[in-house]
């Protein structure tokens, strides 16, 4: 069985505006990902947030221990969606520390008496300013966490008896990690690349040319057929992105 083959994606996307965002744009998720064989590593796709940011439940299907990666609000959904798939939720994980990605975390945190892991150090500014996020961009009050673990460039971090590579990609905030799952060719990519564009760098500490490196020198090296989950709107492949993104294609 390929490894495409043995990563069953269950994915409902959403198009998606506002915080990340650079351009709305749309792709046709790669027709591997369109049938449910037995699998390790799956992954459910929970919209959260006025900003429709893809929030993922993580699991392996042997276990059934699971991992929320970017609760950023909407907690009823992301409660309901864990019971719907009966999956043990042991960690949370976070790409970055922008509201709509991290807001819900300290809350979800207690509510289900779980450790957070990430992002890198270098977000924890954004992470202490949760509450002046919420006023800046009209979300409810949240609160500030600190994380049980920060993340770094080569660290794994395991969701049950799956281990996923942590990979430093700073440029939308100085902080962010991706996660990258080798044999399933899969990376949940939080806001540093979309589908036909790529995240924003004109908040605090954003860096256009870190992004561009990071997505150039960390994430294409990883291969085309790596499918990626990006924090909004619809999955792709770093080849397809290779391809036509007219931010950071090769014709870019």
Not at 191 to 213: C, K, M, Q, W, Y
Request: with cysteine; net charge negative; proline share 7%.
């Amino acid at each position: 069985m390929s490894a495409l083959a043995r990563a069953a994606v269950r994915i409902c996307f959403q198009a998606a505006r506002g915080l990340a965002m650079a351009v709305r744009a749309s792709v046709t998720l790669p027709a591997a990902f369109s049938a449910e064989p037995a699998a390790m590593l799956q992954i459910q796709i929970v919209p959260v947030t006025a900003f429709e940011q893809n929030c993922s439940i993580l699991w392996c299907d042997r276990s059934m221990k699971a991992a929320v990666v970017d609760p950023g609000g909407d907690l009823e959904r992301i409660h309901a969606a864990v019971k719907k798939l009966g999956v043990s939720v042991e960690k949370i994980l976070i790409t970055h520390g922008h509201i709509d990605h991290a807001g819900g975390t300290a809350r979800l945190a207690r509510d289900l008496g779980v450790p957070v892991e990430g992002p890198q150090q270098e977000d924890r500014f954004w992470i202490v300013a949760m509450p002046q996020q919420s006023k800046m961009f009209g979300f409810p009050d949240v609160e500030a966490f600190e994380p049980d673990r920060w993340l770094g460039d080569g660290d794994t971090v395991s969701v049950g008896e799956e281990t996923l590579q942590v990979i430093h990609a700073p440029g939308h905030t100085p902080g962010h990690v991706v996660f990258f799952q080798p044999e399933a060719r899969l990376a949940v990519v939080g806001d540093v690349l979309f589908a036909g564009s790529i995240g924003r760098t004109d908040f605090p500490r954003g860096n256009h040319a870190e992004l561009i490196s990071s997505i150039r020198n960390k994430l294409f090296p990883l291969g085309d057929d790596v499918t990626f989950i990006p924090g909004h709107g619809p999955a792709s492949t770093f080849g397809d992105e290779r391809d036509s993104n007219p931010y950071v294609g090769d014709h870019a």
